[in-house]
Structure formats: C-alpha cells, structure tokens
C-alpha cells in the first residue's frame, strides 16, 4: 500500500512564501495537484523518479519549484510570491513510471495524499 503524507499548508500573504512536503513509503514519480472549491484538481507540477525531469504549469512557472530528496522518500514544493488565486487543497501524488518520465495528467496517478490546505489572503 502506497501511503503518502504531505504538510506544509497553511495561510500566507499575498506575495509570501510556503514549503509544501509529501513524505512518500517509496520511491516514485510525483506530481503535485491543486483544488480550488468548485473547481477540478489541476496540475501544478511534477518531478521524476530520478529527479532528473520536471514540469510545470504555465501559471505557477517562475515562482514555484519542485524538488525532492530520495534519501527521506520525500518531495517538496516550494512556492514563492503566492497570490490568492493559488489558494487551494494542494495534493501529492505518486505513479510508477521510468527513470526520466514526468506527467500532467492526474489520471496517470493512482496513489494520493489526503491534500493540504493552503490559503493566500490579500
């Protein structure tokens, strides 16, 4: 059973800062997906087993970066210059995949973290 744990949310300024983390029981590749309410889950980024590729939606390009370390099973999201409209339930999640390999498409993740909230006041 895959479990993933991630924290890190919570509420910032507009212009502020945030690590989120997700403490995986192994080693995948990773994405991390964010829902606003009455919205769909949308991808924000994802990093490979490796670590070697990452990718990034065009909205959070520039001002977040993924980044993991394998020693802890661990992959990070740090997000700078928040904005209000990043406010969100941020999830990881895992999907076994080749070394380089990397996706946006949250059906090509079957395993899930229970998400953190993460609120940026203007």
């Known amino acids: 059973q895959v479990q993933l744990v991630e924290s890190g949310g919570g509420l910032v300024q507009a212009g502020g800062s945030l690590r989120l983390s997700c403490a995986a029981s192994g080693r995948y590749a990773m994405g991390w997906f964010r829902q606003a309410p009455g919205t769909g889950r949308d991808f924000v980024s994802a990093?490979?087993?490796?670590?070697?590729?990452?990718t990034y939606a065009d909205s959070v390009k520039g001002r977040f970066t993924i980044s993991r370390e394998n020693a802890k099973n661990t992959v990070y999201l740090q997000m700078n210059s928040l904005k209000p409209e990043d406010t969100a339930v941020y999830y990881c999640?895992?999907?076994?995949?080749?070394?380089?390999?990397?996706?946006?498409?949250?059906?090509?993740?079957?395993?899930w973290g229970q998400g953190t909230q993460v609120t940026v006041s203007s």
């Open positions: 999640a895992a999907r076994r995949a080749a070394l380089y390999s990397v996706s946006t498409s949250l059906n090509e993740y079957p395993f």
């Open positions: 990093i490979s087993w490796s670590g070697g590729s990452t």
